[in-house]
């Protein structure tokens, strides 16, 4: 089995900044993708920014310049740095895992069970 633990969240002022952390452990033969999506209230779960193990990022257009995603794959581990954030931005933020997992070389999407960021003054 693969889990993602995710870690970082909290309530922040508008302006402020936050880092988000999603560690995955267990049977892994390789991570080939990590990424953040968000789900407020009300609203479907939208894509923030995914990596891929070769280090290609992609942004959704409302984060652009603002947040930035890395992954240390060495501690199967991927962030979220969160600069200048908004009201707009509060949301329940969920780490995804594109792995391959032993046995049998396996290609499975994992999901963390998400962390909340609050955005208020």
């Known amino acids: 089995q693969v889990q993602l633990v995710e870690s970082g969240g909290g309530l922040v002022q508008p302006g402020g900044s936050l880092r988000l952390s999603c560690a995955a452990s267990?049977?892994?033969?390789?991570?080939?993708?990590m990424g953040w999506y968000r789900q407020a209230p009300g609203k479907q779960r939208d894509l923030v920014a995914t990596?891929?193990?070769?280090?290609?990022?992609n942004y959704a257009d409302s984060v652009k310049g603002r947040f930035t995603i890395s992954m240390d794959n060495a501690k199967n581990t991927v962030y979220l740095q969160m600069n200048s954030l908004k009201p707009g931005d509060t949301a329940v933020y969920y780490c995804n895992g594109d792995i391959t997992r032993r046995p049998y070389s396996i290609r499975t999407n994992y999901w963390g069970q998400g962390t909340q960021v609050t955005v208020s003054s």
């Open positions: 990596i891929t193990s070769g280090g290609n990022t």
């Open positions: 267990g049977s892994i033969l390789r991570i080939n993708a």
